[in-house]
């Protein structure tokens, strides 16, 4: 399967609407929407109080309370970086 990366519009009903010609042969495509979120620096609406956070049950006693009292991850954390150091420092590279 071959990924194309462009750009779109989704209009007031709801239909795609791709801004750029595609110079692909016809024939069905799966479409994949990935639409920015919002940052709360940009919002300019008022905050409204944030919802509890959803708990994660663990099967295991053991780890109960790990997700509750862990910190949040930074927005800018990149899992596969993450897994890169780790490999590095595990293999001495």
Same mark, same amino acid.
Do not use: C
């Given at each position: ?22 110079n692909i ?25 944030? @919802?509890?956070? *959803? ?8 780890? $109960?309370? +790990?997700? =509750?009292?862990?910190? @949040?991850?930074? *927005? ?8 890169? $150091?780790? +490999?590095? =420092?595990?293999?001495?590279?």
């Amino acid at each position: 399967m071959q990924a194309y990366k462009l750009n779109a519009t989704i209009d007031e009903l709801g239909h795609l609407i791709i801004d750029e010609p595609l110079n692909i042969a016809p024939g069905k495509v799966e479409v994949i929407i990935l639409q920015p979120v919002p940052s709360l620096e940009n919002s300019t609406t008022p905050t409204e109080s944030q @919802p509890e956070k *959803p708990r994660r049950k663990s099967k295991v006693k053991a780890f $109960e309370g +790990l997700f =509750e009292n862990a910190p @949040p991850t930074p *927005p800018d954390f990149d899992p596969d970086q993450a897994r890169w $150091e780790a +490999l590095k =420092e595990k293999h001495n590279l």
